[in-house]
Structures are given as C-alpha cells and as structure tokens.
C-alpha cells in the first residue's frame, strides 16, 4: 500500500462519492460527494480534493455482479478509471464494491437530517465502505 492518504470513489452517474483515510490508513471518514455533471469538472474536483487532503493513491468500487463477474456497470467505468490513470498519476487500486451501496443506504436511513446534509448524497458513505474494505484486505 501506498504511503498517505488514499481517496477512495464510489462512481456514479449523478454523483461520485469520496471518502478518505488518514495517513496510517486506520480511519475512514466520508468526504462531501461531487456532482458527475461532465468530466472535466468532476476530473477537476478531484484533482481539487486530491490536494487539499493530501491524498498519496486511490481506490475506485469495482461495481462486480454479484456472481463476481464483470457486467456492463463495470464497461461503463473502465473509460472513467482510464482517465483517472491518465489525468491523476497516482497508483490507483480497484475493489469490488458489491453490496456497499446497500451497507450505506442502511447508515443514511439512521442518520439525522444534519448529518445527510452534511455529506449531500449516500455517495460518500458508500466510497467509505469502499475504502474500509480495501484497508482491511490490504
């Protein structure tokens, strides 16, 4: 694993949750999510919250069929992930994300109003679900 902090992305059509860990890569906390209005802005972004956070590599959810194979979700972000290499220059790991939507829409329904507002979308709380299985299989 790469030394500092790592961003993980949960891709979504209408927005792109972040969340980030510390530099020891033992907590997680959710960043607000980015709107996926066109590439340049969101490539924009997050080059933005790469330098503000002081991120060192990046993790992407791999959104695999629940039978661990790669479907059309996986074909519509492969493009985006080759962007990311390109644009970035930062290591960059992908991890199966299946069921992290779902872990964090349970969190998003027991939180208050204050809480969702302050991360905007469901979004962030899957990236760190993201994140935090990839710091456990690393």
């Given amino acids: ?9 949960d891709y979504g059509s209408k927005n792109v949750g972040l969340a980030s ?4 890569g033992v907590a997680v906390r959710p960043l607000p999510s980015i709107p996926n209005k066109n590439r340049r802005d969101l490539l924009r972004r997050l080059k933005k919250a790469i330098q503000e956070h ?8 791999l959104p ?4 661990g194979s790669r479907g059309e979700a996986v074909e519509r972000i492969d493009h985006f992930i080759g962007q ?7 290591p960059l790991s992908e991890v199966d994300e299946r069921l992290s939507t779902v872990e964090a829409m349970e ?32």
Avoid: P
């Fill in 1 to 9: 694993m790469c030394r500092g902090r790592i961003l993980a992305l």
């Fill in 21 to 24: 860990s510390d530099e020891s």
């Fill in 54 to 61: 002081h991120i060192g590599s990046l993790v992407i959810g």
């Fill in 64 to 67: 695999l069929n629940m039978d």
């Fill in 84 to 90: 990311l290499r390109r644009e970035l220059h930062l």
């Fill in 107 to 138: 969190m998003w329904r027991s939180m208050s109003a204050r809480q969702r507002r302050r991360y905007r979308t469901v979004d962030s709380l899957a990236a760190a679900f993201i994140l935090e299985r990839f710091l456990k299989e690393s």
